[in-house]
T-cell receptor, first 113, second 110 residues
Framework: DGGITQSPKYLFRKEGQNVTLSCEQN?????MYWYRQDPGQGLRLIYY???????QKGDIAEGYSVSREKKESFPLTVTSAQKNPTAFYLC????????????FGEGSRLTVL | GQQVMQIPQYQHVQEGEDFTTYCNSS?????IQWYKQRPGGHPVFLIQ?????EVKKQKRLTFQFGEAKKNSSLHITATQTTDVGTYFC??????????FGTGTSLTVIP
């Protein structure tokens, strides 16, 4: 079955540690996205990539980093510079960049202790 | 920057009652999408509207895109317990990203 796989589903880390969240898709989509969701808020865009080896900052990129070395993979690193990293992180992909339907993974819930 | 506001933030209805959520953008949108997120789940695409004044229906759900392409609504007729979840709109202003509304959390009381 085609889809987007995020791992891990739950992650606990101590303050000051970098964390990498995995996102893999087998939908052959060109565009991939990372969103952050906090309680009572909408989804806020962290980074997006429309093609391999290229990515752009979203509205809240500070304290995060990404790479897009393969079409299928778009990992997100939450660095120690992110002041409030505890959140629900959602990865998504689409066929046609910003004009297409977004397919979401099941999310990764990060808790920083 | 672009803002997409969504109201209400929460809505509790008796099963069988109707429900509407509204989405307003500070700028003209090229298209708008609607997503549903069940409790503990991830957003799932419902529909995309592109044309000014467009109306689309999916069974008990009716979606509208305003004439000025700055607002949209989702109306559910005769709600059921399976409608529970948070409904998000997401607007595209021909930039490179969708701007999500804050969502409306729907609770249906049996």
């Amino acid at each position: 079955d085609g889809g987007i796989t995020q791992s891990p589903k739950y992650l606990f880390r101590k303050e000051g540690q970098n964390v990498t969240l995995s996102c893999e898709q087998n939908l052959n989509h060109d565009a991939m996205y990372w969103y952050r969701q906090d309680p009572g808020q909408g989804l806020r865009l962290i980074y997006y990539s429309q093609i391999v080896n290229d990515f752009q900052k979203g509205d809240i990129a500070e304290g995060y980093s990404v790479s897009r070395e393969k079409k299928e993979s778009f990992p997100l690193t939450v660095t120690s510079a992110q002041k409030n990293p505890t959140a629900f992180y959602l990865c998504a992909s689409s066929i046609q960049g910003h004009t297409g339907e977004l397919f979401f993974g099941e999310g990764s819930r990060l808790t920083v202790l | 920057g672009q803002q997409v506001m969504q109201i209400p933030q929460y809505q509790h209805v008796q099963e069988g009652e109707d429900f509407t959520t509204y989405c307003n953008s500070s700028t003209t949108l090229s298209n708008i999408q609607w997503y549903k997120q069940r409790p503990g789940g991830h957003p799932v695409f419902l529909i995309q509207l592109v044309k000014s004044g467009e109306v689309k229906k999916q069974k008990r759900l009716t979606f509208q895109f305003g004439e000025a392409k700055k607002n949209s609504s989702l109306h559910i007729t005769a709600t059921q317990t399976t409608d529970v979840g948070t409904y998000f709109c997401a607007g595209d202003d021909t930039g490179n990203q969708f701007y999500f509304g804050t969502g409306t959390s729907l609770t249906v009381i049996p």
